[in-house]
């Protein structure tokens, strides 16, 4: 059964179809209805709700700028178990257990069963906001706008492109869902995550055009497998504070065993990441996510300080960290991919959310520009394109080698081996001393290069001049 959705000259300019009720395609719909509410939004979701894993979430300053722009930052604030006046937080690994302070984030090497030291601490220019992601999503779907219809229990499996179409071309795009049914709309927006079929589909028709360019564009459709697992729960505060009152992490944010407080410090989320370089890029045999037992990951700190190994407890689920290889484009005509499905990346940076919401923030406002006709919807695609991209892609680039580094698996630097000469009062080596303080010298450079990304609106104003110098209207 068809649904006809594409709109006639006379109504509005066009009609966008967004697949993925997650965090990018709910703040691409709000985005869209604020700026140009007259924009009929189908939002298809592929489950019977709005719905998402009950874990937690960071944002950092630049995201707070978009909550603010689109009238929303009132309501989270009351869901952030703390603001960026106050970071806080701490971060476990495989190797180290990194402390969040109050003025940045303070590494802790961990590995020491008789307790682990502090290493170094960065210094952000902002602080970030932890909260439960089931209560941001809330939030959102509360803001959907009137011109939204949301469709669940449409899992969308293709789409397929008009038969014959130039670069301005109004003819409409096929969908077609799991159940058998099918739609068609002007604009299409994949924000179905990594598995995203608006991808698949969107590499395979680029696979089959003609011409010189001989890349092997399927290559890009499935996720790859990082050789990282993720152990993941949710710990009642109370159980941990029976266990040890003085526990770091209830009061302070924890990264490669990553925890911190959420849900006003009621609930510590909890993220122990199990590091394996030679699984990179192998198939992962299994599902993706699973139910885990404390028995099968508690093996692995078994040489770790006390607060580690108390931290392993409550429901655990284990997931196989995949990410999306980095994409030559992101559009493709009337078609543009957003948030994991365009750049699933490593936890590291806990940026992964907020560069889905800069996606949806740029790319709304563009399709919502009183310039923006539907025919040329392709040329404001690409100037998102143009601008977003790079920035993700390196965001995606820096998580993935950074984490490896936080584990001391980084190729060419410091590999965690402890000597026994020279040692300090901590116990620790000069070979150990050299070597940790290099890669803190890399971290912190690092950081500096997330701290100093250019945000949301600033890219906005960008994006907004290309559009304005693209159709004359500059000036």
């Given at each position: 059964?068809?649904?006809?959705?594409?709109?006639?000259?006379?109504?509005p300019?066009?009609?966008?179809?967004?697949?993925?009720a997650?965090?990018?395609?709910?703040?691409?719909?709000?985005?869209?209805?604020?700026?140009?509410?007259?924009?009929?939004?189908?939002?298809?979701?592929?489950?019977?709700?709005?719905?998402?894993?009950?874990?937690?979430?960071?944002?950092?300053?630049?995201t707070?700028?978009?909550?603010?722009?689109?009238?929303?930052?009132?309501?989270?604030?009351q869901?952030?178990?703390?603001?960026?006046?106050?970071?806080?937080?701490?971060?476990?690994?495989?190797?180290?257990?990194?402390?969040?302070?109050?003025?940045?984030?303070?590494?802790?090497?961990?590995?020491?069963?008789?307790?682990?030291?502090?290493?170094?601490?960065?210094?952000?220019?902002?602080?970030?906001?932890?909260?439960?992601?089931?209560?941001?999503?809330?939030?959102?779907?509360?803001?959907?706008?009137?011109?939204?219809?949301v469709?669940?229990?449409?899992r969308?499996?293709?789409?397929?492109?008009?038969?014959?179409?130039?670069?301005?071309?109004?003819?409409?795009?096929?969908?077609?869902?799991?159940?058998?049914?099918?739609?068609?709309?002007?604009?299409?927006?994949?924000?179905?995550?990594?598995?995203s079929a608006?991808?698949k589909?969107?590499?395979?028709?680029?696979?089959?055009?003609?011409?010189?360019?001989?890349?092997?564009?399927?290559?890009?459709?499935?996720?790859?497998?990082?050789?990282?697992?993720?152990?993941?729960?949710?710990?009642?505060?109370?159980?941990?504070?029976?266990?040890?009152?003085?526990?770091?992490?209830?009061?302070?944010?924890?990264?490669?065993?990553?925890t911190?407080?959420?849900?006003?410090?009621?609930?510590?989320?909890?993220?122990?990441?199990i590091?394996?370089?030679?699984?990179?890029g192998?198939?992962?045999?299994?599902?993706?996510v699973?139910d885990?037992?404390?028995d099968?990951?508690?093996?692995?700190f078994?040489?770790?300080?006390?607060?580690?190994?108390?931290?392993?407890c409550?429901?655990?689920?284990?997931?196989?960290?995949?990410?999306?290889?980095?994409?030559?484009f992101?559009?493709?005509?009337r078609?543009?991919?957003?948030?994991?499905a365009?750049?699933?990346?490593?936890?590291?940076?806990?940026?992964g959310?907020?560069?889905?919401?800069?996606?949806?923030?740029?790319?709304?406002?563009?399709?919502?520009?009183?310039?923006?006709?539907?025919?040329?919807?392709q040329?404001?695609?690409?100037?998102?394109?143009?601008?977003?991209?790079?920035?993700?892609?390196?965001?995606?680039?820096?998580s993935?080698?950074?984490?490896?580094?936080?584990?001391?698996?980084?190729?060419g630097?410091?590999d965690?081996?402890?000597?026994g000469?020279d040692?300090?009062?901590?116990?620790?080596g000069?070979y150990?001393?050299?070597?940790?303080?290099?890669?803190?010298?890399?971290?912190?450079?690092?950081?500096?290069?997330?701290?100093?990304?250019?945000?949301a609106?600033?890219?906005?104003?960008?994006?907004?001049?290309?559009?304005?110098m693209?159709?004359?209207?500059?000036?």
């Open positions: 059964m068809a649904v006809p959705l594409s709109l006639s000259e006379s109504g300019k066009f009609r966008v179809a967004i697949c993925g997650g965090i990018g395609g709910l703040v691409l719909a709000i985005t869209i209805g604020k700026y140009d509410p007259s924009i009929p939004i189908d939002l298809y979701e592929a489950h019977d709700s709005i719905d998402t894993a009950g874990v937690g979430i960071t944002v950092w300053k630049n707070h700028d978009v909550m603010i722009n689109l009238g929303l930052f009132d309501e989270f604030k869901i952030f178990t703390y603001g960026p006046e106050h970071n806080q937080g701490n971060s476990f690994r495989s190797v180290c257990f990194n402390l969040t302070a109050t003025s940045g984030q303070m590494l802790r090497r961990s590995d020491m069963r008789e307790g682990g030291y502090p290493w170094f601490q960065t210094v952000h220019r902002h602080g970030l906001s932890p909260m439960h992601r089931q209560q941001m999503l809330a939030i959102l779907e509360r803001h959907l706008p009137a011109s939204c219809t469709h669940p229990k449409k969308l499996v293709g789409y397929i492109e008009p038969e014959q179409e130039d670069a301005h071309s109004t003819s409409p795009i096929r969908l077609e869902f799991a159940d058998g049914t099918t739609a068609t709309t002007d604009v299409l927006i994949g924000a179905d995550g990594i598995r608006v991808r589909t969107m590499f395979e028709a680029a696979s089959k055009d003609d011409g010189e360019d001989k890349t092997d564009f399927r290559q890009y459709i499935d996720a790859t497998f990082t050789g990282i697992t993720i152990y993941r729960a949710l710990v009642a505060q109370g159980v941990l504070r029976k266990e040890n009152p003085k526990h770091i992490s209830l009061k302070e944010m924890t990264g490669i065993l990553v911190y407080p959420i849900a006003k410090g009621t609930i510590i989320n909890l993220a122990a990441l590091t394996n370089p030679s699984l990179a192998k198939q992962y045999e299994g599902h993706w699973s885990a037992t404390r099968e990951v508690v093996e692995y078994e040489g770790f300080e006390p607060d580690v190994r108390t931290l392993l409550g429901k655990l689920s284990k997931w196989a960290l995949h990410v999306v290889k980095p994409l030559p992101c559009v493709r005509k078609v543009a991919l957003i948030g994991d365009c750049h699933a990346m490593a936890p590291t940076f806990g940026a959310a907020g560069q889905a919401i800069d996606d949806a923030f740029v790319l709304g406002r563009l399709i919502a520009h009183p310039l923006t006709s539907l025919s040329r919807v040329d404001a695609l690409r100037i998102y394109e143009d601008v977003r991209l790079p920035v993700a892609l390196s965001v995606a680039s820096l993935s080698s950074t984490g490896w580094m936080n584990s001391f698996m980084a190729p630097y410091y965690g081996a402890r000597t000469d040692l300090d009062d901590s116990g620790i000069s150990e001393r050299e070597g940790m303080e290099v890669i803190k010298q890399e971290i912190l450079r690092r950081w500096d290069i997330m701290d100093e990304l250019k945000g609106l600033q890219t906005w104003e960008d994006a907004e001049l290309k559009l304005r693209l159709v004359g209207a500059v000036g």
